[in-house]
């Protein structure tokens, strides 16, 4: 039997897949929309989303297994995800939303 390594150990980790994750918001009246959370520092402007023809807004997203907090920004606004795993909240008390990737 090979001995496994640090290396190889990490390889095949969980932590290190990635899947694509579609996220959708309807807000038909919405000027902008975007996605931030903790996979981007928080700054919407990385995730911006795109409206479909019916009020929907969709992005996907290539993530890491694993928990992600995260929040929609609809014309400035922050809004929770109603379509989310749940709700937690951020090192500064916000109530945002949780995506469970596996």
Same mark, same amino acid.
């Given at each position: 039997?090979?001995?496994?390594?640090?290396?190889?150990?990490?390889?095949?980790?969980?932590?290190?897949?990635?899947?694509?994750?579609? &996220?959708?918001?309807?807000?038909?009246?919405?000027?902008?929309?975007?996605?931030?959370? *903790? &996979?981007?520092?928080?700054?919407?402007?990385?995730?911006? /989303?795109?409206? /479909?023809?019916?009020?929907?807004?969709?992005?996907?997203?290539?993530?890491?297994?694993?928990?992600?907090?995260?929040? &929609?920004?609809?014309?400035?606004?922050?809004?929770? *995800?109603?379509?989310?795993?749940?709700?937690?909240?951020?090192?500064?008390?916000?109530?945002?939303?949780?995506? /469970?990737?596996?």
């Amino acid at each position: 039997m090979r001995e496994q390594t640090p290396e190889t150990v990490h390889r095949y980790s969980a932590k290190r897949t990635v899947v694509p994750v579609n &996220f959708s918001y309807f807000a038909p009246k919405a000027k902008s929309v975007q996605l931030l959370g *903790d &996979f981007n520092h928080w700054d919407g402007s990385d995730h911006p /989303m795109q409206r /479909m023809p019916d009020g929907a807004w969709h992005l996907q997203l290539p993530m890491h297994t694993g928990q992600h907090r995260y929040l &929609f920004l609809v014309d400035g606004e922050p809004v929770l *995800d109603p379509q989310a795993n749940g709700v937690t909240r951020t090192e500064e008390n916000i109530r945002v939303s949780l995506l /469970m990737v596996s």
